[in-house]
Nanobody, 116 residues
């Protein structure tokens, strides 16, 4: 599975951005997709995830109520709608997927910068 993330950019605090992640390759094997982020000088952390079937989603406490993860199975896409952005949301955002063999795949990061 190959993942291509996009949609990052510079936004003022309180603004919104939508990240997209396109999956290609052995997409029939995808079981879940999600987003992680890594701020400068910090470890990569979980942001949100969605199962590829059903309605199960999961969010980090720091983004719950502000971020929404969604998917489009037909297009093999996952999205992260980010609202009420804060300067502490500034990070490189990575798309990740798991397949039916529990392999993990990572996309390249897309940079989100929130100015105060």
């Amino acid at each position: 599975v190959q993942l291509q993330a996009s949609g990052g950019g510079l936004v003022q605090a309180g603004g919104s951005l939508r990240l997209s992640c396109a999956a290609s390759g052995r997409t029939i094997a995808i079981r879940s997709m999600g987003w992680f982020r890594q701020a400068p000088g910090k470890e990569r952390e979980f942001v949100a995830a969605v199962r590829w079937t059903g309605d199960t989603t999961d969010y980090a406490g720091s983004v719950k109520g502000r971020f929404t993860i969604s998917r489009d199975n037909a297009k093999n896409m996952v999205y992260l709608q980010m609202n009420s952005l804060k300067p502490e949301d500034t990070a490189l955002y990575y798309c990740r997927s798991h397949d039916d063999k529990a392999y993990t795949y990572w996309g390249q990061g897309t940079l989100v910068t929130v100015s105060s």
